[in-house]
């Protein structure tokens, strides 16, 4: 099926418009392409209010900022650690909210790395990761929680399999 889009007259299948339940058809009047293009134009144009909407969606969202701040140094490394050694007091500052907030992983992790040091524990990276038993471990995973009589009880695991 096909359909013209109102804003630049060409006719285009049906899946190059997005959704709009509000319609008749179920679909937007203009393209995907125009959308684009409008909305890019308005951000352009409006710099402080697109600033402001993002920031209420942003603040509406919490779950997805940590996400999305690591996919940005995933993707831009170099740019990350430039930020990041540029304003190291930012990064204490979140280092120490962050052991604030979760005292008793941090301890779990010290008491791991201490008995990695001490040689009553074999470093991660010396296993297959115990998930996939394909990939290299790199870390541990403390599967029984971060209780002190827990802290001991790790497995290894690759980075791929830590982070689901």
Known sequence: ???????CG?????NEFGKDRHRKDGLNSY??????????KWAQDNPEKRRASVKKW?????????RK????????????NKWLKEHPEKRLEV????????PEKYKARSV??????????????????HNCNVNQASQYHHWHGYKPEHWLDVIPLCPACHKD
Not at 10 to 14: D, G, L, P, R, S
Not at 58 to 66: G, K, L, Q
């Open 95 to 102: 280092t120490h909210k962050t052991r604030a907030k979760f």
């Open 69 to 80: 701040a690591l996919a940005y140094y995933h993707r831009h490394p170099e740019k990350a």
């Open 112 to 129: 791991v790395n201490n008995a990695i040091l001490m040689g009553k524990l074999q470093p991660a990276k010396s296993f297959i990761c």
């Open 10 to 14: 060409q006719v285009k299948n049906i």
């Open 58 to 66: 942003d603040d509406a969202h919490p779950e997805n900022n940590r």
């Open 31 to 40: 393209c995907k392409i125009c959308v684009n293009d409008i909305s890019r």
């Open 1 to 7: 099926m096909e359909k013209e889009c109102t804003n």
